[in-house]
């Protein structure tokens, strides 16, 4: 992996490095980091079509952090409230988190 944008910048424009080289690289990267779960990778991006079904309906949504699985994959859930109601998704998430214990650190 390289420093910096910049770094990949001058790489290129001095052809010491193609677009194409960054883009395996990166893809490289992506293809380490992606979690299997259940046997299936998973993409992070997957999460998107939670945090999409309430902004589509224009409403608040606060995720929760719950804590682990036993195999130490983070739980959470996601407080959906009514329009213009942000304060009390927030708010009900202050109090589960009390209850749970709140956001923790996940091991390394």
Not at 1 to 28: G, W
Not at 54 to 82: E, R, V, Y
Request: hydrophobic letters at 40%; charged letters at 20%; glycine letters at 6%.
């Amino acid at each position: 992996m390289f420093d910096s944008a910049t770094q990949i910048l001058a790489s290129i424009r001095k052809s010491d490095l193609s677009s194409i080289e960054v883009s395996a690289e990166h893809l490289n990267h992506i293809e380490q980091i992606n979690p299997k779960i259940n046997g299936k990778k998973r993409f992070y991006t997957d999460i998107l079509i939670w945090a999409g079904l309430a902004n589509c309906a224009q409403l608040p949504a606060t995720n929760i952090p719950l804590g682990f699985s036993k195999s130490g994959l983070p739980i959470s859930m996601q407080a959906m409230g009514p329009y213009l109601e942000d304060k009390t998704t927030i708010e009900f998430a202050k109090l589960v988190s009390e209850i749970t214990g709140g956001f923790v650190v996940p091991p390394e």
